[in-house]
């Protein structure tokens, strides 16, 4: 919420005449506009790829367990998963070749949060995240520095790129129509849509999944291989706390897939949080965020109607059990798992659909 100087000044003059201190009255400018009590129920909610992530995280959580262990181990089987192109073993390479995966997670009852950027060799990018939040001080760790933290906690070293996923990121470098992250090529938008009618395959995916108990404690975990064919070293809004993951366990969290680049400049899951503090549904704050990432978008990223041209998504649960989400362009599909078992619930879009997205 915003505080001018002089509202800043006469609140804490209120405070402090009632004996309450400065530190109170910036206090009571952090209480959630709504108090928002746990529903006594377990939620997970996760991207539309995560219809099996849900059902292991609720068994986890109904098992007791940590609202992050619980979105861990659920999304430990997308990363294990060689069919799933966008995520973990199996996943789409950078544009040499190699597998380079983001990944984040964050406790809403401690308040920490872990995350590894551009890791190799190593499938389960969360479960490494995880323990840096464990068993460090810090919150990210990149590249070789969070392989050999890997490696020290022993994890299995393996070549993730399958036989699959070479051949299709094969066929884009034979392709060479043009396409690729440099920002010097400015038809790429026609020449990527060129190469996807030609059966060249671009992820848009990752996993991102989020579990609260039914005490209201709230934990998630967002995991990618990221964008297909990226520059190395290239880290997306997966691994980064505020962009592809929020947690605040006295409101809720938010987490993202889609064009991470985006989400960076905007900082949309911590926004999603903040709005939902002051009182949006997680649907409407959604779509609030998805539309000021919109109204900031550079023209070269529009369409001919102006809009945005890549997608967007945004999954959020408050901390009373309530879901939501919105898509940037056209519909979305957010995994719901709650104690009526599981569902796909729709999710409305900002925009009209991509011209090659089903309606
Ligand atoms: N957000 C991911 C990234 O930018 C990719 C995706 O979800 O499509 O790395």
Redesign the pocket.
Known sequence: MDISRREFVQCAAGAAALGLGANAAVASQEEPRVKLRPAGKSVVIASANGQGACARAMEILQAGGDPVDAAVEGVSLVENDPNDH?VGYGGLPNENGVVEL?ACVMHGPTHKGGGVAALQRVKNASQVARLVMRRTDHVLLVGDGALQFARAHGFKEEELLTDKARQIWLKWKESHSGKDDWIHIEADVEARRRMERDGIEF????ISCMALTAGGDLGGCTT?S??SYKIPGRV???PILGA?LFVDNEVGACG??????A?LINCSSFLVVELMRNGQSPSDACLTALKRVADRTESRLRDEHSYPNYQLKLYAVRKDGVVGGAVMRGKGRMAVHDEGGFRLDELRGVFPPLPDQER
């Open positions: 966008s983001d992820t848009h995916g990752t990618t990221g964008l997306g809004d997966s592809g993202s897939t889609g064009r991470g680049e989400n």
